[in-house]
């Protein structure tokens, strides 16, 4: 505790005063108390405490706020007609079915081309590779594909699916886009979850003969599935969130339910833009309805990865 | 005799433990494909430049338009007789922004951080680290209606102007999209200052606060600058909140109370108005060209700031 280093029997700077005055001073206090400087540094602190303290409510209490609105002005509009019927009178009745259809086939695509890829990066950065200038820039272009903006990624997604490989707009096109887009959560996901199974697992099973492959497949690949089931829940969520990308490669205000995988759909980020920006006059209710599905389905996904990780901890027998 | 028979049994015993049977084989095709998608990050992230470049190549192959690109305000291209691209404004419109945004988010999020590391303890300091991730987690497109449907109308009461989609909005609600970002990252600088740092300083008799503002923060600047970076980078790619919330107009933003235009927004509402090919749909790729290496060079910097400036010789 700071009080003991200034043991100075409560003269503080000024040194000795008058006699008289030294002695009332040695009687009136004791080396324990809190000089004026401690006094003013401890002031300071619970004042700098308390800034701080301000700051992360600042941030905190308006998301809390605003999630509260959400509800309240939105939690009238949810009900079974609004999860499975189709809109009409231009969006402003009816319910937002096709988009959530449409995100959900949206979603699947993209983890069926995201996965394998982004599991198979993983196994090569955790498990084959050596560190060479190859792996380096394997690790910067993970970082920076993170890192574009999600309409570059649109663009790209226009340039090379819609246009160059000529699927048109369409879900394929959009979810490749959105698969290029996520990629690099499930890769550092399923990466880190590799490397957390200890090392001795894999050498035992190389001491039996097991080739490279044969450990990953019988040792890690089983110990490390509850983490990549973690990174693939995370970038559920941030596919289903995601509007750039799908606004011009397959993704449209209102369209019919697709039929194959060449078509257009609707999408649930893409119906609240459009309840947003481009319905007249819609009931009150309706886009906050549509924001807070939205927010539901990520907020429970995000739950669900955040429970798994706690799972996951308690569950580890090493 | 060419070789002992010693040596002729210890090669046939070699070859029969080598045999090439089906695991070996099936450890090369593993092999060949955890490579293949190892080495399609690296395909993708230059592909995305190559393609961006390929559709915007007529229009930024010309060097006399990238003069008028970064230097002309008047972006018309619908002008009938000589569209024009100039993206300054669209440039501005975009700093203008992240600039607004940053002075909400940084002294937010560093404090938050500053608090959640140094200040708080046990459940507050769970619960708090659990709602900012969950902040971390809500679409920019649920943002974009809170700018437009919850903030916009506070805006005008407070204010006392006609339209609620301004610079504020959207630097407020850019601001607290990146502020989860920022915290998280400024709090793993922050818990990276070794724990023998404080301990030394609070042995010398300093207070909490004190040990915190000499000895922590400096130690933990390159961590916390690549924070600050990294939400600056955020910030400025950000899209669908911007689009619906800075007012779309195409300006030099002189208040914060007047609607603003950035880079993408402008390439999101433009798109769907330009045909393959044309010159506009090439200008707004040049707009993408940009909008890439800008936060190329950001997350670059951030980088190397965070790891300590080792290549900066």
């Not at chain 1, 993983?122 to 993170?146: H, Q």
């Not at chain 2, 203008?96 to 999020?109: D, K, Q, Y």
């Amino acid at each position: 505790m700071s009080d003991f280093s200034s043991f100075d029997g409560g003269q503080g700077a000024k040194g000795q005063g008058s006699d008289s005055g030294a002695v009332e001073q040695m009687v009136a206090t004791s080396p324990f108390q809190r000089t004026a400087h401690e006094k003013r540094s401890l002031d300071k602190q619970r004042l700098a405490k308390a800034a701080f303290h301000l700051m992360a409510l600042l941030l905190v209490v308006p998301v809390l706020g605003i999630l509260g609105v959400l509800v309240y002005k939105g939690a009238p509009g949810l009900s079974w007609e609004f999860f499975t019927t189709e809109p009409y009178d231009g969006m402003r009745k009816g319910g937002i079915m096709p988009a959530l259809v449409g995100t959900v086939y949206l979603t699947l695509v993209a983890l069926v081309i995201s996965l394998p890829l982004g599991v198979a990066a993983a196994i090569y950065l955790s498990e084959y590779a050596s560190d060479n200038w190859l792996t380096r820039t394997i690790n910067v272009a993970i970082v920076n594909l993170a890192g574009v903006p999600s309409i570059v990624h649109a663009l790209f997604g226009l340039g090379a699916f819609v246009h160059f490989m000529k699927f048109g707009t369409s879900i394929l096109a959009a979810s490749c886009t959105l698969a290029v887009m996520t990629m690099p959560v499930v890769i550092v996901a399923t990466r880190e979850s590799l490397q957390a199974v200890p090392r001795a697992f894999r050498e035992a099973s190389w001491s039996l003969g097991a080739t490279r492959w044969q450990t990953i497949r019988h040792v890690v690949l089983p110990n490390s599935g509850s983490g990549i089931l973690t990174g693939i829940i995370l970038e559920v969520s941030r596919t289903v969130g995601e509007t750039a990308p799908i606004m011009f490669t397959g993704a449209a205000y209102y369209t019919m339910m697709p039929q194959s995988i060449f078509d257009e759909t609707m999408a649930l980020s893409l119906h609240l833009y459009s309840v947003c920006k481009e319905v007249t006059d819609p009931p009150e209710h309706l886009p906050f309805a549509v924001a807070l599905t939205l927010i539901l389905v990520v907020l429970t996904l995000n739950s669900l990865s955040i429970w798994f990780r706690m799972r996951l901890r308690g569950k580890k027998k090493w | 005799m060419p070789q002992s028979a010693v040596t002729q049994r210890r090669e046939d015993a070699a070859h029969a433990l080598d045999s090439r049977d089906a695991s070996f084989w099936w450890d090369l095709i593993a092999r060949i494909l955890v490579f293949t998608g190892g080495f399609s990050v690296i395909l993708f992230i230059t592909s995305i430049f190559i393609f961006i470049a390929m559709q915007g190549m007529g229009f930024a192959v010309n060097p006399s338009n990238w003069e008028q690109f970064l230097t002309s305000a008047a972006w018309r291209p619908s002008y009938e007789e000589a569209p024009q691209y100039g993206a300054l404004y669209l440039i501005l419109g975009t700093a203008s922004i992240t600039l607004c945004a940053m002075a909400l988010a940084v002294p937010l999020s560093i404090g938050s951080a500053i608090y959640i590391s140094e200040f708080a303890q046990g459940r507050s300091k769970e619960w708090l680290k659990v709602i900012i991730e969950l902040l971390a987690a809500i679409p920019s497109v649920v943002w974009g209606m809170i700018g437009m449907l919850v903030f916009a109308p506070i805006i005008t009461w407070l204010f006392d102007i006609e339209f609620g989609l301004t610079l504020l909005n959207a630097g407020i609600v850019l601001g607290l999209m990146a502020a989860p970002i920022m915290t998280t990252l400024a709090e793993d600088a922050l818990k990276a200052v070794p724990e023998s740092y404080r301990e030394a300083a609070e042995a010398l008799g300093a207070t909490r606060w004190q040990v915190v503002w000499r000895v922590v923060m400096p130690h933990a600047r390159p961590g916390l600058s690549g924070a600050v970076l990294l939400g600056v980078g955020r910030a400025v790619g950000e899209t669908m909140a911007v689009l619906m919330v800075a007012g779309g107009s195409i300006r030099l933003p002189t208040s914060p109370l007047e609607p603003v235009s950035a880079l993408t927004a402008t390439i999101a509402s433009e798109m769907p108005e330009t045909a393959k090919g044309d010159e506009h749909y090439q200008a707004l790729f040049t707009l993408g060209i940009l909008l890439f290496m800008i936060t190329f060079v950001i997350n670059f910097l951030a980088d190397r700031i965070i790891r300590g400036r080792r290549s900066k010789r």
